[in-house]
């Protein structure tokens, strides 16, 4: 039985899809990952929760077509990063 089945259409969980990276620079969604696929995996990111990626990381999300360029948000340390407007306070 999946998800999918009848059974479940009416339950619904507020969770976000989980990226695993393995082999490196392969990128996969799973909306339900087990440990096993967790364990094995080189990198992952758990759906729900925000993390700190670099530029690379960021473009090979994008490459790979699990991530779009505005789900990534300016660091608030970062020039445009703040909250008061333009420039190295804000956006």
Known sequence: ?????PLF???KLSRGVTVLEGPPGVFREVRFP????LREAVAYWVGG???DVDDTKRAQLIAAGVATEDQFLIPSGAYGGGG???GPYGE
């Not at 039985?1 to 089945?5: A, R, V």
């Not at 087990?34 to 696929?37: A, G, H, K, L, S």
């Open 84 to 86: 008061y407007g333009d």
């Open 9 to 11: 259409i009416r339950y």
């Open 34 to 37: 087990t440990q096993d696929e």
């Open 1 to 5: 039985m999946t998800w999918n089945s």
């Open 49 to 51: 929760y925000q993390y």
